[in-house]
């Protein structure tokens, strides 16, 4: 079993920056670590993921905007934030797979136009 609790978000303005983590705990071995999102009315979403090392991956829409790193001696995921835009409002929930995947309870983004 994995328990996921997610920190960092917040309201930011557009342009802004925010750094979310994401601190695992249990029984561990976690292949992939990342980050969804959903906004209000809308389905939930891809936004980044990370294999142990420098395997990462991002949605078309935070590329170049949105870093993700991982400290695998914490069990930790950060997600980096920058020029932060109010189409990036929304719930965002870390994740983590082992043989099963997990999440955590989401922290809400809101940026402000």
């Known amino acids: 079993q994995v328990q996921l609790v997610e920190s960092g978000g917040g309201l930011v303005q557009a342009g802004g920056s925010l750094r979310l983590s994401c601190a695992a705990s249990?029984?561990?071995?976690?292949?992939?670590m990342g980050w969804h999102r959903q906004a209000p009315g809308k389905q939930r979403e891809f936004v980044a993921n990370?294999?142990?090392?420098?395997?990462?991956n991002y949605a078309d829409s935070v590329k170049g905007r949105v870093t993700i790193s991982r400290d695998n001696a914490k069990n930790t995921v950060y997600l980096q934030m920058n020029s932060l835009k109010p189409e990036d409002t929304a719930v965002y929930y870390c994740?983590?797979?082992?043989?099963?995947?997990?999440w955590g309870q989401g922290t809400q983004v809101t940026v402000s136009s």
């Open positions: 994740f983590a797979t082992t043989t099963k995947l997990y």
């Open positions: 990370i294999l142990s090392g420098s395997n990462t």
């Open positions: 249990g029984n561990i071995s976690i292949n992939f």
